[in-house]
């Protein structure tokens, strides 16, 4: 029997790309927009639609390559065991950058604890991706040192940088800056970028969320009787099952 699959937020940045590219292809607001689905066979020679399809699997395949590569960079770990996501915030670092490597790409936001003489963090690639901010994935979709959004607002960093000062001007520079081709991403303008962030997001919180789920008894069997095995706990989970939920007796 295979072992089963580690949560969500264990895994490594090599574990984070092959996941993604298990995502069903082409789905809306999934991250499963990244790679465009397989078209129908060509009924003789090649096709526009096959050409159209290699470019956007190449270009799924940059921005792919660009996520994985940020988040080495933002973790300071292979990857290794880890706690599931935590309600509470961590220790914030208020400068939000805690030292000169680590985390080129910006995909941090000051919530997370740094490691000591890095602007990376502790966590392992899946426990940051489990609790990422909008805008610290775009960044790391982008793949453009320093990033291109600011990651706990997404606005872009030229506008806060250059921007008016007045909010309301600000939302409407940001607007426009959307539009804005980012040479790291094939091209692709911010506003694309936002847009498949969206959906990747998405798909990392439901995975995220049933992760959470599936290990809740072994991680309350831990606390009360770490000596107990898994398939003792199954057993007492269907004993249970039966007679609580099922009414069959004691």
């Known amino acids: 029997m295979s072992p ?3 949560p969500f937020w264990e895994l490594t940045s090599s574990e984070v790309g092959a996941w993604i590219r298990q995502l069903a292809p082409g789905v809306a607001n999934t991250g499963g927009m990244l790679f465009p689905p ?9 096709s526009d639609d096959d050409e159209g399809y290699r470019a956007a699997s190449a270009r799924g395949e940059a921005l792919l390559s660009n996520l994985v590569r940020a988040l080495d960079s933002a973790s300071r770990t292979g990857g290794g065991a880890a706690g599931p996501p935590d309600a509470k915030r961590p220790r914030p670092d208020p400068d939000g950058v805690g030292g000169d490597r680590g985390d080129a790409y910006g995909m941090l936001d000051g919530s997370f604890a740094r490691t000591a003489g890095s602007a990376g963090s502790d966590l392992p ?10 805008g ?17 607002t997404c606005i872009p960093s030229c506008v806060l940088r250059d921007g008016p000062a007045d909010d309301g001007a600000r939302r409407e520079a940001a607007k426009e800056r959307m539009a804005d ?14 847009r498949l962030a969206k959906g990747l997001n998405r798909s990392i919180a439901a995975r995220t969320e049933m992760d959470v789920l599936a290990t809740t008894p072994r991680r309350i069997a831990d606390l009360f009787c770490p000596e107990i095995t ?4 199954s057993s007492i989970r269907k004993r249970v099952h039966d007679t609580v939920v099922l009414g069959l007796g004691t």
């Open 125 to 134: 690639p899946g426990a940051i991706l489990s609790r990422i901010q909008l």
């Open 4 to 6: 089963p699959a580690p």
């Open 136 to 152: 610290g994935l775009v960044n790391g979709l982008a793949g453009r040192p320093g990033g291109v959004v600011d990651a706990p």
């Open 38 to 46: 397989r078209p129908d066979p060509p009924t003789g020679g090649s």
């Open 230 to 233: 898994d398939d003792e706990l």
């Open 181 to 194: 081709a980012v040479d790291t991403a094939c091209g692709l303008t911010l506003g694309e970028l936002v």
